[in-house]
C-alpha cells in the first residue's frame, strides 16, 4: 500500500506526468528558491528530490516577492520527447490586484539544463499546457478575480501565445475556481479545476466537453474530492489535483492536502502531496476507487512498479560533499558567493547579510519541516563585533513570523545567546540575553513535541553539557496564523547590518524525524542519468 501524503511537508499544487515507464511530479515552491521543487518515481510509493528545473536568476528573480509570493502552481507536462514546465511568479497578492506573470521553459533531458523563460500573460495564476491530438498546444489558467478558465493557443515553434482567448469554464457554485488542467479522454476535453478555496472547503471538481472551447459539462456527482471539517479523516484541505494513467491502464490522482494534529486547524507542515486511485465509472466520469469523495490515507499500488533505487537525504550533513543536497532552500535568490563548502573544509560558511525580515537578500540556508515530532541541532564558529551581527538557528515561516535561536554581541563588548520572535513583524526578546564563552563553538537545538505544539530550545558549549533556554508555542509558524501556504523551516541564518558581511561556520546541520520517515531528496552529484527514450 503507498501511504499519504507520498511528498511530506510542504509540497502543495502537485502536477504529475508519465514519461515511459517513470513518473514526475512539479510542486510550488512560493518565495523559496530554487524555484520548483521535481520528484521522481518508479512506483508512485518512494519518491527522489531532482535538481530544480529553475536554476538560473535569469529564469526567475524574486527578489522584493512578498511573502507566499513567488512561484505558485507549476504545470508539468510531456510531449514527443520534450519536458515543458509552466509556472507563475506572483510580485503582489493583496486587495483587488494580484501582479502575476507567467512563464514557459522546457528541456528534453529533465535531469540537466532547462531553457530560458518565455513570457507568456498575467492574466491569472495557475497556468497549465494541454498537449492535443492534432499537434496544437494550448495554454489554460484561471482569470484574476476568479472570473473563470480562459484558454489560448501556444505556439511551440515562437514560444508565445496566438489567437483567441476564450473564457471556456465560470466554475461552479464551489467558488474560487483555481488550478486548471485539461485532458482528452476518449472523444471528451475533461477540465479538472480547484474550487471552494485552498482552506478547509477545497475541492476537486470536473466538467467536459466535445469541443475544447466548450460549453463544458459539469459533472453531477461534484466534488470529486473533497475534505471538510466534519470528515474524520487525516487529510484536509484537498484540492488541486493533477491525473496520470500507468504503463497497464490504471490511474492515479495526485491532490494538495494537510495533516493538521486531531483535533486541531493549525497546520505547521504546509499543505503537501497525497495519491488516489482513481476510475472512470460507466457515465465517464473519474470516481475514487475506494468510494465517495474523502481522501483515503492507504492506496492501492499500480500493479506494474519498475525499481530505482536512492539515497535519502542524510540525518546528519557534516558538510564534506562539494555541493549542498538538493532538499536545502534559500529565501527568493541563490545565495552564490554568500555560502561556501570549500573556504572551510567539513564547514558550511555563511556571510551575513541583510536581516530575516527583508524580502531581498537574506543569508539563510533550510530545509522544510515534514513531521511534527523533529529534532534539529547544529554546531557554530562565529565572532560578531557588535548587536548588528547574529548567526544562529532559525525556526521559520515567513519575513514576518519565526524564531532566531543564535549568537550576537553587547553594545559593551561580550558575546551573548538570544533568543527571538517575530509575530506578525513585531519582533521581541523571549529570554534575556545569555553571557557566552568566547572563541569556543556554540551548539545549538531544537525540538518540538509530538504534536509540534511547543518548540523546546537549548544550548552547549562542549557538545556534551546542555542547558535548557526556553519552550514556546509553534502557533505563530502555520498556515493559518501567518495567512500564507508554506509552512515552517528550520535554517541554518546570519546577518551583519554593518555591511561588512561577517562569517560563521558550521560544523554541521542534523534533522531528524523522530518518527523515523525518511527525508526526501540525494546529492545532485548521485543523481542518475536520464534515459532518452
Known amino acids: 500500500m503507498i501511504k499519504n501524503p507520498i511528498l511530506r511537508g510542504f509540497c502543495p499544487d502537485p502536477s504529475i506526468i508519465r514519461a515511459g515507464e517513470d513518473y514526475y511530479i512539479a510542486t510550488s515552491t512560493f518565495e523559496w528558491w530554487p524555484g520548483v521543487k521535481l520528484f521522481h518515481s518508479g512506483d508512485l510509493k518512494h519518491w527522489e528530490q531532482l535538481p530544480s528545473p529553475l536554476t538560473r536568476i535569469s529564469q526567475l528573480n524574486m527578489i522584493g516577492d512578498p511573502p507566499s509570493g513567488g512561484v505558485w502552481a507549476p504545470c508539468l507536462s510531456y510531449d514527443k520527447g520534450v519536458f515543458y514546465l509552466v509556472y507563475t511568479d506572483v510580485k503582489t497578492k493583496k486587495g483587488r490586484y494580484y501582479n502575476n506573470h507567467n512563464f514557459i521553459i522546457q528541456t528534453e533531458d529533465i535531469y540537466g539544463e532547462w531553457s530560458e523563460p518565455a513570457y507568456l500573460n498575467s492574466s491569472g495564476f495557475d497556468p497549465s499546457l494541454f498537449h492535443d491530438r492534432d499537434g496544437k498546444k494550448y495554454l489554460v489558467n484561471m482569470r484574476n478575480g476568479f472570473k473563470g478558465i480562459l484558454l489560448q493557443e501556444y505556439d511551440p515553434v515562437n514560444r508565445k501565445l496566438t489567437g483567441e482567448i476564450k473564457n471556456i469554464f465560470s466554475g461552479t457554485e464551489a467558488g474560487y475556481t483555481e488550478g486548471p488542467h485539461l485532458y482528452r479522454i476518449g472523444g471528451w476535453y475533461y477540465l479538472i479545476v480547484a474550487e471552494g478555496g485552498t482552506g478547509y472547503g477545497h475541492c476537486v471538481t470536473q466538467a467536459r466537453s466535445r469541443c475544447i472551447r466548450g460549453p463544458y459539462e459539469v459533472d453531477p456527482g461534484n466534488p470529486m474530492l473533497t475534505s471538510k471539517n466534519e470528515d474524520g479523516g487525516s487529510l484536509k484541505k484537498c484540492g488541486h489535483a493533477d491525473f496520470t494513467d500507468t504503463p497497464r491502464g490504471e490511474w492515479y490522482m495526485v491532490h494538495l492536502c494537510a495533516r493538521p494534529p486531531r483535533g486541531s486547524t493549525s497546520c505547521l507542515l504546509g499543505r503537501e502531496t497525497a495519491i488516489q486511485k482513481v476510475y472512470w465509472n460507466e457515465d465517464g466520469w473519474l470516481r475514487l476507487s475506494h468510494g465517495g469523495n474523502w481522501a483515503a490515507e492507504y492506496v492501492e499500488e499500480p500493479a506494474f512498479t519498475k525499481e530505482h533505487p536512492f539515497l535519502p537525504m542524510p540525518v546528519k550533513d557534516d558538510f564534506n560533499d562539494e555541493e549542498l543536497n538538493i532538499a536545502y532552500v534559500t529565501p527568493r535568490i541563490p545565495l552564490g558567493g554568500k555560502a561556501s563548502l570549500r573556504e572551510r573544509k567539513g564547514y558550511l560558511r555563511l556571510y551575513g547579510q541583510e536581516s530575516l525580515n527583508s524580502l531581498h537578500r537574506v543569508t539563510m540556508v533550510a530545509v522544510k519541516q515534514s513531521e511534527y515530532q523533529v529534532r534539529v541541532e547544529t554546531a557554530m564558529d562565529f565572532k560578531p563585533s ?14 514576518m513570523n519565526f524564531y532566531i535561536f543564535g549568537k550576537t554581541a553587547k553594545e559593551s563588548g561580550g558575546e551573548v545567546l538570544v533568543l527571538l520572535k517575530s509575530d506578525g ?56 496564523h501567518c495567512r500564507g501556504f508554506t509552512g515552517a523551516h528550520f535554517g541554518m541564518y546570519c546577518h551583519d547590518m554593518t555591511g561588512r558581511g561577517c562569517h560563521a561556520d558550521f560544523d554541521y546541520f542534523e534533522y531528524r524525524n523522530e518518527n523515523h520517515v525518511p527525508i526526501i531528496g540525494c546529492t545532485a552529484v548521485k543523481t542518475p542519468p536520464f534515459i532518452r527514450r
Do not use: H, M
Not at 425 to 439: Q, R, S, T
Not at 456 to 477: C, K, R
Open 425 to 480: 513583524g513585531v519582533i521581541a526578546d523571549e529570554i534575556d540575553p545569555i553571557p557566552l564563552k568566547p572563541d569556543i563553538p556554540l551548539y545549538l537545538k531544537i525540538r518540538t513535541d509530538e504534536r509540534g505544539e511547543k518548540a523546546y530550545f537549548s544550548y552547549s558549549q562542549d557538545s556534551l553539557n546542555w542547558e535548557a533556554a526556553g519552550n514556546f508555542a509553534t502557533d505563530i509558524l502555520t498556515d493559518e
Open 386 to 399: 557588535g548587536p548588528e551581527q547574529l548567526a544562529g538557528l532559525t525556526y521559520f515561516y515567513d519575513a
